[in-house]
C-alpha cells in the first residue's frame, strides 16, 4: 500500500509562484507514473502534469505548459510540482496521484491512478 501526502499550497497573488511536494510512504514509487490532479469548485476533476517512472518523460495539461514543472526525487521518495507564473485560474485543490501498472508513458485519465493523496489548496488571487 502506498500513501501520498501533498503539501506546499497556500494563497498567492496571481504571477507568483508555489512548489507542491508530494511525499510517498509505505512503497516506493520510484516505478510508478506519478501525476497532479485539480478540482475547482463545481468543475470535474482534471489533469495537470505527469512523469513517468524513469523521469525520461513529462506531461502537462495544455492550460499549464510553459509555466508549471514536475520533477520527482528518488532518494525522498518524493515529486513535486513548481508552479509559476500562477493565474486565478489556477485555483483549485491540487492531489498527488500514483499509477503503478503503466510502464509507457503518463496517462491523463484518473482512473488509471491507483493511489491518492488528501490533496492542498491553492489559491491565487487577482
Known amino acids: 500500500q502506498v500513501q501520498l501526502v501533498e503539501s506546499g499550497g497556500g494563497l498567492v497573488q496571481a504571477g507568483g509562484s508555489l512548489r507542491l511536494s508530494c511525499a510517498a510512504s509505505?512503497?516506493?514509487?520510484?516505478?510508478?507514473?506519478t501525476g497532479w490532479f485539480r478540482q475547482a469548485p463545481g468543475k470535474e476533476r482534471e489533469f495537470v502534469a505527469g512523469v513517468n517512472w524513469s523521469a525520461s518523460r513529462t506531461d502537462f495539461a495544455d492550460s499549464v505548459k510553459g509555466r508549471f514543472t514536475i520533477s520527482r526525487d528518488y532518494a525522498k521518495n518524493a515529486v513535486y510540482l513548481q508552479m509559476n507564473g500562477l493565474k486565478p485560474e489556477d485555483t483549485a485543490v491540487y492531489y498527488c496521484?500514483?499509477?503503478?501498472?503503466?510502464?509507457?508513458?503518463?496517462?491523463?485519465?484518473?482512473?488509471?491512478?491507483?493511489?491518492w493523496g488528501r490533496g492542498t489548496q491553492v489559491t491565487v488571487s487577482s
Open positions: 496521484a500514483a499509477d503503478q501498472s503503466r510502464r509507457v508513458g503518463v496517462s491523463p485519465w484518473d482512473y488509471e491512478y491507483d493511489y
Open positions: 509505505g512503497r516506493t514509487v520510484s516505478s510508478y507514473v
